[in-house]
Each structure stands twice: as C-alpha cells, then as structure tokens.
C-alpha cells in the first residue's frame, strides 16, 4: 500500500476500513501475478488508488482504482460480486474501466493488422467518452490508469510506446485538460513527450539540466525575497492564515510547444522560471445572523483583493515587463482556471513570471472536475461550463454513429483551444478557437443556426464569418424564413455547425430532386394529354421503378430522371400502353407561348435593413446560392457564390461579406441571359427555338453567330421563375442534339457557368 495509507489517514480517515477491504480483495485477486516489469501486478492498482487518493477523488473511485483490472484479468470475479462486496457505484467505475480496456486489448491486438485495429482504437476510445458521460468518476480513474501506464511504459515495445503516448497526448492529455486536472495533463504530456520526440525531448532535458542549479539557486533566492516582503507587509497577514509560495520551471512539453508556435529559443521564453503563490484567507469573521450568500460573496470578494493586494507588492518590489500581466481571476480560461500571471525582471535580471492565486484557486486549476469532490460548493461558472460540454458530448454520440468521425467531432470541438463568449443574458458559451456566429447559432440550437441573417458582438453589427474572441457577448439575428447558406461551410469551423449545414443541403437537393423529377415526367405525359393522376399511381408507378431502376420506391424513379438516367419516354412507355405503340420520337404538342413577366428584384433578405441590390456580374436569381458585399455608402450588393467577383471579395474584404438568403416572398420572374453553345450544324437554331416552345417560353431576345472556329453562339433572353425552373430549361436546351454548353451571361459581360 507504500504512500496509499498515509494518503488515505491524512485524507479520508473513516474511510480506511472500507478501502483497506478493497486493496485485500484486489491484492488476493492478482496474487501471482507480475507485470511486464517484473513487479507484483497489484503494484499498479495500487498506484493507480494513490493518484486518485492524491487528487481528493472520493472513497468510490479510490476502491474502484484498486479493483479496477480484477473482472477483467481474474476468473470468478464479476461486476455482480464487485456490486456485493463495495455497492453500485465502485461496480459501475469498474465496469466502465473494463469495457473500455476490454476493447483497447482488443484494439491493439489488430493494431498490426491496418485500418481495423485502428477503428477499434476509435471505437474503443468512442466507447470509453459514452461511459464517461454517465459518470465523470470513470473518465477520471480512467486518467489514473494511463498516467501510471505512461510512468512504466519504459518496459513496453517500442511500438507500442509510440502508439500509446500519441493516443494520449492526442486524447487523454486534453481530456485531463478539459476537466481541469492539470496536475495529470502536465505529467502525460511530458511523458508522450518523451517518447514521441525523443530527440527535442533529450535536447531540452539536457539545456536545462546543464543549468538546473543555476536556475535553482536563481529561484530560491527570489522566493525567499518575496516571502520575506510579501511577510512584511503591514495587510497581508491580518487576511491571510497561510502564504504558500513554490519555485518551478515550465514543464518540458509546454516550453517545447510554446518555442515552435511562438518560434522563440529557448532564452527567450519568461516563465522558463516562475513562482507560484497560494494564500490562504483567514476564516472571515461576519456579524452574527449574516445569511450564506451574503458571506460567500464577501468570502470571494476578500480571495480576490488578497491576490490583487500581492500583485501590487510584487509589481513595487520587481519590475514588471509591460504587456505581461493576464488577469485570469475577472476573466477566468474556458475551464475555470483562475489565477494571476505577471512576468517582472528579478534582481539577477531573469525574467520570472509570478503567478498568484487564492488556495480554492488553485485546487481546482490542478485537481478540476476531481475538486468537486474535495470543495462541493466551488467554482460554480467551471462547473456549467463542464455540464456543457458533457452534454456536447452526448448530442455528438447521437448524431455520429461512425467511431473515427466521432473521434475527430470530439478532437475539434471539445478538445481544441477554446475561446469563452456569453449569450446577452450572461449565459457562458465555450467554442472551438476560431468559432463564428454560425458555430454559436448552431451550438445554442440547430432551429437558430438554420434561420441565422446575422449577428451582433460587443453590440455591433459583424459579418456571419466573424472570428469570435474570449469575451465576446454574441446576440444572432434570426429571421423564421431564413434558411442556410452554402457559404457559411466556408468559415464555420465547429464539425456539428458544419454537419447541420450540410445535412440541410443534402435534404434540400434531395427534395429539389425529387420534384424535379416528378416534374418531368408529369409535364411529358401532360404534353401528351394523358391523364396523368392515373397513370403515375402508385402501383403503376412501382412497376415502372422495378423495371427501371430496379427499386419498388418511386423516389428513386424520380432520382434517376433527375439526373439523366433514364428519360420521361421511357417511363412513359412503361405506364401508358398507348405511347408504347406510338414512335418514340413524337413532335411536342405545341402550346400558345405564354411569356412569364419578369418581376423586379429586391427580393432576398439579409442581415441588414440597408438597401440592397442584385450585382450585375452575376444576375443572381431566386434559388441561387447568394452572399451579400458590404458596399462603402451603396448599401449591399449580392452576388451568386460562385460569382468570380465575390470570390475575389471574399478573399480581399472578408470582413464585407456577409450571409444573404432570398426570402420568402411570392416568386416572381427573372429575365436571365443564356449563351447556346454548339459545333454549328444546319437547323442548330430552329431545334432550340422549337424546344423554347415546347417549354412554353418566348424568348425576349435571340442572337446567334458562328466563331471564326464554327463555333454557333445562340445569346437568348428569357424570363424564369428561379434556379430550379432555370435548371429544368438549361436541361432541356442541352437536350438538343450537338449543344456542348449553357453558359448564363452576366449584363456586363461577367460570365458565370450555370450551377450545375
Ligand atoms: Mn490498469
């Protein structure tokens, strides 16, 4: 039991009797047993207990820690006999301990093998988040377990220690860092660290060893200075019971990381060297009869100016480097980190960062979510941030069933860098870094990301692609017939945003194809005055479907026309014994041209009441996919996405471009320019024409002409409904025997293919 005893007498002293039971049952279970070191196998059960004895974890997870290899590696040990034995609770831990390690065994067995053993890796690791939602305990002595694994994975195949310490700096590390347990994510990121990147690891080591008792020396003698001031002061030590100050040198994987992203050497990070300092208040004395809250808000205010109260001794005593003091204690890190940083010049001229925190602070910046149990009523604003995203993780287990999609949702939006921003009524938001308006909408509710038309930060108006900054209080502006805009994948960055989005496009194509579709067919047998309800019954319908498309689903019927794979006369043939006598080619019965009158624009909405207009480049018209450009002083012009001028806009004026959607207001027409294009051939223009009015449209306007390379351009002039009914006209033209394209002509000589 080495160091678990005195942990748990100092600790948890009535809890001995029933931990010291758990520790005789686990130690009778392994009893023979070595680990690949050669030690006794319940050495690392033990561990394991002494790390979460260690964070204040409670009785439960302690015994669960100890008993947690026994089911899995021990015949006639079941859940039920742990249940027996220590209660519901220490079986459930143990049983999410096993699953989960059950499938890594498995994992790692096929690792070898390729693709398989890694989506078991992923399952396994998918498994393990699911078990952890329905109790943090698991996830926790689960961070146990691999801590002391990485301690002996010395005596693992050198392999194998890659692919365990990538998972966990890929995985466990952030996960540690996500509940707050920085005591464990430090340890595991230096011990993959190590065995990741022997080589900068070694360096590292080496430079700093060679100059440890310099750097040793350097620090005690600032901590004793500063004892003795802070000792000194005249306020202090009438608030404080305890001054705890401690020297440390950054851990090698954070002074690593910060060289590369910062590109410093090594001289030139400042908290190489820093000192930390705890205070704890002395019990506050409050009039008798002063209720709870009253006295927990004094308590706080009081831990909060002891730490502003020694900032101020240490900023006289040492200079402060400009630029360098980060008050983490208004506005503490997403995962409730609290603390004050300061770097000062110390006597020797070393740059010294200085952190100061109260001890209720400090507990939950290194013990995190475990801090909960040790302090029950603490760091309520931490605590709904964590709520949050455990329920994150549960909405992401329920809309992504693939283990590695799962993987990487949680990577990218749970464990990456965070940025914290508030909703108008103070409610605080935690995103991925980098997070717009979009990634908020959709992270308050799907429903508001789908009729998001803009958003407003600090109070004023941002473009949707807006990258949001701790802080930030974020208000979107929704409209109830808004719908998404392909645009927003090109700067959402949260994966569920980003799946939403995309989810509504497939649908919407779908449906659009699915009308288009039926569409076709129904107009062909319209044509042919057939009646239509009749024939297009279900039943008819189905067998045209199996005979065709192989299917008995009429959709995917309406699919196939879509897209060309089969035709209307085809069908036609099928359902109606008439048209299966008649040639398959019979002339369009022709109808009185009824031109549609076009309607004037104006017709999308935006974010903004300002004025808008359609760009001339492009003409967009109702149905294409549209952004809006911020002009200086003309109000908005909009212009379809694919428009070569609003990429350009995009990339040079980001910050002018903004979300726009049509809305949803009576159809009107558009007029819309088209140019034919076709190897010239003899009757090439009258075939058109002749299709124009099959489709019962007059064009306002005809030009043709042969290149000088006999390529025939044939300009029309047409009015259209939108891009659905400008779809069904550009299929039909390139129906027309030798037509190799259908371009949309912008007023202005812009030309843009027509989306296809
Ligand atoms: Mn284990």
């Given at each position: 039991?080495?160091e ?32 690949r ?5 319940i050495t ?7 790390i979460l004895?260690?964070l ?44 989960v ?19 078991m ?8 988040l ?20 990485m301690?002996t994975?010395?005596?693992?195949k ?17 996960l540690?860092?996500?509940l ?16 990741l ?36 002061d ?33 001289e ?22 002063t ?5 927990e ?16 001794i ?18 503490p ?5 609290q603390?004050l ?12 960062e200085?952190?100061?925190?109260s ?18 009523q ?53 995103l991925?870094a ?11 509710h ?12 600090n109070g ?10 701790n802080?930030?209080?974020?208000e ?5 017939n ?6 927003w994948?090109?700067?959402?960055v ?26 076709l ?29 192989g ?51 104006g ?10 207009k ?9 149905g ?10 003309r109000?908005v ?42 190897p ?22 005809v ?45 202005n ?8």
């Amino acid at each position: 039991m080495g160091e678990l005893r005195p942990l748990i007498a100092e600790r948890l002293p009535a809890e001995r009797a029933r931990i010291e039971r758990a520790y005789e049952f686990a130690r009778d279970a392994h009893e023979g047993v070595k680990r690949r070191s050669g030690e006794p196998y319940i050495t690392h059960p033990v561990a394991v207990a002494t790390i979460l004895a260690g964070l204040g974890m409670d009785t439960d997870s302690i015994m669960a820690g100890l008993l947690h290899d026994t089911v899995e590696d021990v015949d006639g040990v079941t859940f039920e006999v742990i249940e027996e034995h220590f209660g519901p609770d220490v079986r459930r831990i143990v049983e999410g301990e096993t699953k989960v390690s059950k499938l890594s065994k498995q994992g790692s067995q096929q690792a070898e093998v390729g693709d398989t053993g890694r989506d078991m890796q992923a399952e396994n690791l998918r498994q393990m988040l699911i078990a952890m939602t329905g109790d943090l305990r698991i996830i926790v002595v689960k961070l146990a377990d691999r801590l002391h694994n990485m301690r002996t994975l010395g005596s693992m195949k050198p392999e194998k220690q890659v692919r365990i310490a990538r998972e966990t700096m890929d995985i466990f590390a952030p996960l540690a860092h996500r509940l707050g347990i920085g005591q464990i994510k430090w340890e595991l990121e230096d011990l993959s660290f190590q065995y990741l990147q022997p080589d900068a690891y070694q360096y590292l080591q080496t430079r700093l060893r060679t100059r440890q008792e310099e750097r040793d020396a350097l620090i005690q003698g600032a901590v004793v200075q500063l004892r003795e001031a802070l000792e000194d002061d005249l306020e202090l030590p009438e608030w404080v019971s305890d001054i705890d100050i401690a020297g440390r040198s950054k851990h090698l994987w954070s002074i690593h990381n910060k060289m590369q992203k910062e590109g410093k050497a090594l001289e030139q990070i400042f908290d190489l060297l820093a000192i930390r300092v705890i205070l704890t208040p002395r019990e506050l004395t409050v009039p008798p009869g002063t209720d709870e809250k009253r006295r927990e808000r004094a308590e706080e205010t009081r831990e909060k100016r002891i730490c502003y109260h020694t900032v101020s001794i240490v900023h006289s005593m040492w200079t402060p480097l400009p630029g360098r003091f980060k008050d983490y204690i208004a506005v503490p890190k997403p995962n409730g980190y609290q603390s004050l940083h300061t770097t000062v010049i110390s006597q020797s001229g070393q740059p010294i960062e200085v952190q100061i925190r109260s001890r209720r602070m400090h507990e939950v910046a290194e013990y995190g979510v475990a801090a909960h149990w040790m302090y029950k009523q603490g760091g309520a604003l931490a605590q709904k941030d964590r709520e949050n995203w455990i329920s994150q993780l549960r909405e992401l287990q329920n809309e992504i069933n693939d283990a590695s999609d799962y993987l990487d949702a949680v990577k990218t939006d749970i464990l990456s860098q965070r940025v914290r921003v508030f909703t108008p009524k103070g409610l605080a938001i935690s995103l991925p870094a980098g997070s717009t308006p979009i990634d908020f909408a959709y992270h308050i509710h799907t429903r508001i990301g789908e009729t998001t038309v803009g958003a407003r930060v600090n109070g004023s108006i941002v473009p949707l692609s807006h990258k949001l900054d701790n802080g930030d209080m974020v208000e979107i502006v929704t409209s109830k017939n808004s719908k998404p805009s392909q645009g927003w994948l090109n700067f959402a960055v949260t994966r569920s945003a980003r799946s939403k989005i995309r989810h509504h496009f497939r649908q919407q194509e779908r449906e659009e194809a699915l009308q288009h579709g039926h569409d076709l067919l129904e107009r062909y047998l319209r044509k042919r005055q057939l009646p239509v309800r009749q024939l297009m019954r279900t039943k008819l319908l189905e067998e045209a479907t199996q005979k065709l498309v192989g299917t008995r689903n009429p959709d995917d019927l309406y699919l196939a026309l879509h897209a060309g794979k089969t035709t209307p006369s085809a069908v036609g043939r099928l359902l109606s014994p008439s048209l299966a006598q008649e040639q398959s080619n019979v002339p369009a019965r022709r109808g009185p041209a009824a031109p549609k009158a076009p309607a004037p624009g104006g017709v999308y909405v935006e974010g903004f009441t300002t004025t808008t207009k359609l760009a001339q480049c492009c003409n967009p018209i109702r149905g294409d996919q549209i952004m809006g450009y911020l002009t200086r002083g003309r109000g908005v012009s909009v212009h379809r996405i694919d428009c070569p001028n609003m990429i350009r806009l995009l990339k040079d004026e980001p910050e002018r471009c903004v979300a726009a959607s049509w809305d949803s207001g009576t159809p009107g027409g558009t007029i819309v320019d088209l140019d034919v294009v076709a190897p010239d051939r003899p009757g090439l223009l009258a075939d058109v024409l002749s299709v124009l009015a099959a489709e019962k449209r007059s064009p306002m306007k005809v030009e043709a002409g042969v290149g000088a390379d006999s390529t025939a351009h044939i300009y029309l002039r047409v009015a259209v409904t939108g891009n659905t009914d400008l779809e069904t006209l550009r299929a039909a033209i390139l129906r027309v025997s030798g037509i190799t394209d259908v371009l949309r002509t912008g007023k202005n000589g812009g030309r843009g293919r027509v989306s296809a």
